[in-house]
């Protein structure tokens, strides 16, 4: 089982999108979390430990994320995806780059 972790600002559109589109991939265990206080679901030490590989919007999530958890994510994946924060919850676009992108970097049909 790998164990995936999306991020966006305030884990609202993007991430659970992301969350929604993989979480029934055979082999997958998926999370989502927002590097924003204000954060549906804030991002937490222990889902960067979780992790295997994670996935972030833009570059300011991963520079977020090694401010707070550089240590923790020394040896993790962690690809930005560049989404800008410009879809709905779901939206037909943002389901296919995430269907496309994503397999691709893990190397999926």
Same mark, same amino acid.
């Given at each position: 089982?790998?164990?995936?972790?999306?991020?966006?600002s305030r884990n609202q559109w993007r991430s659970p999108t992301a969350e929604t589109v993989w !979480?029934?991939?055979?082999?997958?265990?998926? !999370?989502?979390?927002?590097t924003s206080p204000r954060a549906r679901r804030t991002v937490s030490?222990? +889902?960067?430990?979780?992790? +295997? =590989?994670?996935?972030?919007m833009e570059h300011k999530h991963k520079s977020r994320l090694l401010a707070d958890f550089a240590r923790l994510?020394?040896?993790k994946r962690l690809h930005v995806l560049d989404?800008? +924060?410009?879809?709905q919850y779901m939206d037909a676009?943002? =389901?296919?780059?995430f269907e496309e992108s994503v397999a691709a970097y893990l190397g999926l049909d």
């Amino acid at each position: 089982m790998t164990n995936i972790l999306f991020i966006c600002s305030r884990n609202q559109w993007r991430s659970p999108t992301a969350e929604t589109v993989w !979480r029934k991939h055979p082999g997958l265990s998926v !999370r989502s979390a927002g590097t924003s206080p204000r954060a549906r679901r804030t991002v937490s030490a222990s +889902d960067i430990q979780w992790a +295997d =590989v994670v996935f972030v919007m833009e570059h300011k999530h991963k520079s977020r994320l090694l401010a707070d958890f550089a240590r923790l994510l020394s040896h993790k994946r962690l690809h930005v995806l560049d989404i800008p +924060d410009e879809y709905q919850y779901m939206d037909a676009e943002l =389901v296919q780059i995430f269907e496309e992108s994503v397999a691709a970097y893990l190397g999926l049909d």
